[in-house]
């Protein structure tokens, strides 16, 4: 069975790679767009999950994995909005900047180029890997 791939974003100084690593894993909610909310309600358990840093980062720093699939976000007072669990897998090699990101043909149609304020956005299997190499080379 094929895995989904998903991006995600968060500020750092919001909430970090290095404090979701700490916890060991994260309710992720509070997302308002409901394209995001679509994909949140998306995503199966065990996709993979590109953590990105918004903000001052601006950079994919890690991967995840779907703990647990959508569910009613606690506390929310909205039956459509969803919240999914993510478990951190592991931190990429280096971080992967935007500019890198963007100065590849091959992710100039990914979502992370074209709707760059979408907070959890679908990536292709091919987008993920490339963005997982970009990682690894240097």
């Known amino acids: 069975m094929a895995r989904g791939h ?3 974003k968060s500020e750092p100084g919001t909430y970090s790679w290095e404090r979701f690593v700490g916890e060991g894993s994260a309710v ?3 997302v308002r767009n409901p394209q995001a909310q679509a994909n949140l309600a998306a995503m199966a358990k065990g996709d993979l999950v590109l953590f990105y840093h918004s903000g001052e980062g601006r950079c994919v ?3 995840a994995k779907v703990a647990r699939t959508a569910y009613p976000e606690p506390g929310a007072g909205d039956a459509r909005r969803v919240a999914v669990d ?3 897998v592991r931190a990429l090699a280096r971080p992967v900047a935007l500019a890198e990101i ?3 043909r091959a992710l100039a149609k990914t ?3 074209r709707q760059s304020r979408l907070s959890v956005m679908p990536l292709e299997a091919e987008a993920y890997e ?3 190499s970009l990682a690894a080379a240097r």
Request: hydrophobic share 70%.
């Open 61 to 63: 720093v890690g991967v």
């Open 6 to 8: 998903w991006l995600v």
């Open 86 to 88: 993510l478990v951190p």
């Open 111 to 113: 979502a992370l180029v």
């Open 28 to 30: 992720w909610d509070g």
């Open 102 to 104: 963007k100065a590849v």
């Open 130 to 132: 490339r963005i997982l």
